[in-house]
Nanobody, 117 residues
C-alpha cells in the first residue's frame, strides 16, 4: 500500500516563501505524474502544478513564475517551492501521484498553508 505524506505547510506573511514536500512510501514506480493541488475554503480543489516522469512541468496561471515543482525519483519525493506568497494562496495543499498506464491514483492527507499578516 502506497502512502503519501505532505509536510512543510504553515503560516507565512505575504511575500514569504514555503517549501512543501511529499514523501511516497511503498512500491511506486517513477513512470507516473506527480501533482500538487489545493483547496481553499468554499472552493473546489484545483491543480496547482504538475511534473511528469520525464520532468515536464506545467502550472496554473495563478502561480506561474512564483511556484516551482520538482521531483526526486530515487527518493520518491515531490516538492513545491512557493515564493512571493499571496493571501489567495491560502489553502490545504495535496500531493497526488497517479499513473493511468499502471492504474493507480494516490492522494496525501494535505498540509495547510496560510498566508496572512
Amino acid at each position: 500500500q502506497v502512502q503519501l505524506v505532505e509536510s512543510g505547510g504553515g503560516l507565512v506573511q505575504p511575500g514569504g516563501s514555503l517549501r512543501l514536500s511529499c514523501a511516497a512510501s511503498g512500491s511506486i514506480f517513477s513512470a507516473n505524474v506527480m501533482d500538487w493541488c489545493r483547496q481553499a475554503p468554499g472552493k473546489q480543489r484545483e491543480l496547482v502544478a504538475r511534473i511528469t516522469s520525464t520532468g515536464s512541468t506545467n502550472y496554473a496561471d495563478s502561480v506561474k513564475g512564483r511556484f516551482t515543482i520538482s521531483r526526486d525519483n530515487a527518493k520518491n519525493m515531490v516538492y513545491l517551492q512557493m515564493n512571493s506568497l499571496k493571501p489567495e494562496d491560502t489553502a490545504v495543499y495535496y500531493c497526488n501521484v497517479w499513473s493511468s498506464f499502471l492504474g493507480y491514483d494516490y492522494w496525501g492527507q494535505g498540509t495547510q498553508v496560510t498566508v496572512s499578516s
